[in-house]
């Protein structure tokens, strides 16, 4: 198994945290996403992910694209430790949590979205800043919502495990950390990534960890 990534890729962490949750060993691909215009757009990388991104996942001449996707075959492939519930209702809760951040906050603050409110929008690097800030900020105050207010929050988003909506909102609390979003809104969220951040899963899948590291 080879995974294709940037060590400061949220969907690459996402996956990177499965694997190691999972227990699989796996090797790494570099894909540098800015160094001489972004390596996702050399024709032998958009051979196996022809929408030029990260993560892509190969198994045996398989390819695998987009986080979530490679996530939920990892877990029908590999079903122990599950990451998501065994009831249809917490499987529904958990995927609505990894989706307000892989869908909806993730999307539209990503490196090629910033790229493109810059150069051919032309937008100055602090209203770009408030551009990520304000989705961001908007994303996980209505995840806190979510995770507060709902019984089966525990340690975790569900429960006393780790599984994938914690997958993804770990990235995104280290990047809304790294853009310096105002999270005082969101105890629950950072309680939770704390928590996470505190297993060796976690740990090892960080973008400070991995081998390309800035």
């Known amino acids: 198994m080879k995974l294709y990534g940037y060590f ?22 570099f894909v540098h996403l800015t160094r001489g215009g972004g ?39 590999r079903p122990e430790p599950p990451l998501l519930p065994k009831d249809a209702a917490g499987r529904a809760r ?3 949590l990894a989706q307000i951040v892989a869908c909806d906050i993730h999307p539209i603050d990503n490196l090629r979205v910033l790229n493109y409110l810059a150069t051919e929008l032309e937008i100055s690097p602090e209203d770009k800043a408030r551009w990520y800030r304000h989705w961001v900020e908007t994303g996980l ?15 975790y988003c569900h429960g006393e495990t780790p599984g994938l909506a914690d997958a993804c909102l770990v990235p995104q609390v280290f990047n809304a ?38």
């Open 8 to 29: 400061r890729s949220s969907a690459s962490y996402r996956v990177r945290i499965a694997l190691n949750l999972k227990g699989i060993a796996y090797d790494s691909a």
């Open 39 to 77: 390596e996702q757009f050399q024709p032998s990388f958009c051979k196996l992910n022809p929408q030029a991104q990260v993560p892509a996942l190969l198994e045996d001449g398989l390819v695998l694209t987009q986080s979530l996707a490679i996530i939920e075959y990892l877990d029908e492939t």
């Open 94 to 96: 958990v995927r609505a």
């Open 141 to 155: 105050g209505a995840l806190e919502a979510l995770l507060a207010s709902h019984p089966a929050t525990g340690t």
């Open 177 to 214: 950390r790294r853009f310096q979003c105002n999270l005082s809104a969101c105890p629950t969220v950072v309680r939770i990534a704390d928590a996470c951040e505190g297993l060796d899963a976690f740990q090892r899948a960080a973008p400070g960890a991995q081998p390309d590291s800035e």
